[in-house]
């Protein structure tokens, strides 16, 4: 088993005294017991906050202070935000699989979140792929079809309308062989906002029984 330890980045930026972007990520850092592996995962997270860091400060920030500068922009500023959260999954053994949440308000109605995730071995210090959980084989993948479509037709008949009419061919067009994560006997599949959803359902999950 892993000690995780979250470390964070935060700051607010103003432009003429008037705070326009502010800025919180949070990210984890690993001891382990089972090898070195640790040095290398944690300087990928390290790299992976200080790149999302400079995309805020150098481009959310400019856009943010050129919409204030814009005379017809609503006052009070509506800040423009950067957070990164992550959730540790499953963390047993020398296994740790976790996502991480990045949501971003650029003005509008509101923002967006991009979902990643990474199930790591702790051994070896690589990552893990879906195949190393789940067979990528035509009829596994039928399989894995067909049990995310029966659990839209079973979400559908308690909130109609909260996946598109065409979710069947989304399913399939937009799935992502990284989008998974895992929890104890199971394997979760994602999706990102808009993908098979309205915005208001949020990151659709579809629940995968598995063995490891």
Partial sequence: ?????????????????????????????????CSDASESINHHYAQLAQKTEEYGRKVLYAQAAADAEYPQSPRPF??????????????AGCIVSLYMDTYTYAGGAHGQTIRTSDTWDFNT??????????PLTPVSLYQLQKS??????????????????????????????????????????????YDIAPYSTGLPEFYIPVSF
């Fill in 78 to 91: 509506p800040i423009y935000t950067l957070d990164v959260v992550y959730q540790i999954t499953y963390n």
């Fill in 148 to 193: 995310m479509e029966g659990q839209v037709a079973e979400r559908l008949k308690a909130n109609p309308g909260i996946y598109f009419e065409d979710y069947r061919a989304l399913l399939q067009d937009t799935f992502n062989v990284n989008s998974f994560y895992i929890q104890p006997g199971m394997m979760v599949i994602y999706y990102q906002q």
């Fill in 125 to 134: 210090g690589k990552s893990l792929r879906l195949t190393d959980f789940y």
């Fill in 1 to 33: 088993m892993q000690t995780i330890t979250t470390n964070t980045l935060t700051d607010t930026m103003y432009y003429k005294e008037i705070p326009v972007f502010t800025y919180k990520i949070n990210y984890p850092s690993f001891t382990t017991t």
